[in-house]
């Protein structure tokens, strides 16, 4: 498959692999943190969304 330019992912012109993976690393990092601020604010919502989680897991078919 032939390499896309880095424009083709919405990133900035001259932007390196490199780059883009800490740029990527942190949004993940900023997700993290937000889902577990999240969850220490609403924990009824939390425990409700682990329960659904599990019961999703369990029924699921590998």
Do not use: I, S
Not at 21 to 49: N, S, T
């Amino acid at each position: 498959m032939p390499e896309l330019p880095d424009r083709a992912y919405g990133g900035p012109e001259g932007e390196t692999d490199a780059e883009r993976r800490r740029r990527r690393a942190r949004f993940l990092r900023e997700l993290a943190e937000a889902r577990a601020l999240r969850d220490r604010v609403q924990p009824r919502r939390a425990k409700v969304a682990r329960l659904r989680h599990a019961m999703r897991m369990r029924t699921f078919r590998w």
